[in-house]
């Protein structure tokens, strides 16, 4: 299934991209997962991660965390701590 | 009950909620914070905000009507600024008005608590000529949390 994943601030300079469009292999159904096959799939991502280990989600523009499920045509964003204010 | 959102790159003035919150008497109460560049005794020579466009505007949003459904308020105003901010410069306004001073301030008080942990903005600080990003505070969950771990037993006011 195709998502597109979003980064912002320290992630998106680490990842060297603000947006991918993935096709996700079945059993790729979570946050989690979607994290971890991003990790296994994209070296330069994986450090990316690896460099970010405090992140927030967000789908679809709502705030999830890392059971939150992924469909099809979903906008999955991830992004350290906010920090406005 | 009136709300104002609004992320932007220019200045901010203290005069425009002030205004915009007046409601001829209806109103007892406005409460206002203005969140300012601190310089760190002269290390930060400024700040760059970056946010996530449109669902910034719904979390904030989403914010604003949960301190509408536990507090009775008359108005709500929130601006957030993104872009390069200089020390001094105000950053956020957070302006509530309501018949009284209690649910003015702590409706204040809670909107901002949770747009430091929600709300999808990121800062970097200018330090000795580099950019650095700033990293989140617990301390900021904690305040988060608190209030919404009393969330069930609590009456609006």
């Known amino acids: 299934m195709m998502v597109q994943v979003r980064f912002f601030a320290a992630l998106r300079e680490r990842a060297g991209r603000d947006a991918i469009q993935i096709d996700l292999p079945e059993g790729v159904s979570t946050v989690a997962q979607l994290v971890d096959w991003l990790a296994e799939t994209d070296v330069a991502l994986a450090q990316a991660l690896e460099a970010t280990p405090r992140r927030m989600v967000a789908i679809n523009e709502v705030l999830g965390n890392e059971d939150s499920v992924v469909e099809a045509g979903d906008v999955v964003a991830l992004f350290p701590p906010v920090t406005g204010g | ?157």
């Open chain 2, 1 to 157: 009950m009136k709300t104002h959102i609004e992320v932007r790159e220019g200045g901010l003035s203290a005069s425009e909620p002030d205004l915009w919150l007046r409601d001829q008497g209806r109103s007892g109460a406005v409460v206002m914070f203005s969140g300012q560049v601190r310089d760190e005794q002269g290390k930060v020579e400024a700040l760059h905000l970056e946010h996530y466009p449109g669902m910034t505007e719904s979390v904030l949003g989403t914010i604003v009507e949960q301190a509408c459904s536990r507090w009775h308020l008359n108005g709500a105003w929130v601006a957030h600024r993104v872009g390069t901010i200089q020390a001094g410069e105000d950053i956020v306004q957070v302006a509530v008005s309501s018949a009284h001073r209690q649910a003015a301030f702590e409706a204040c008080a809670f909107i901002m608590d949770l747009l430091k942990t929600r709300a999808p903005f990121w800062k970097k600080e200018l330090i000795d000529g580099c950019w650095i990003w700033v990293e989140a505070r617990e301390s900021d969950d904690q305040a988060a949390a608190s209030w919404l771990q009393d969330a069930t037993g609590r009456a609006p006011r």
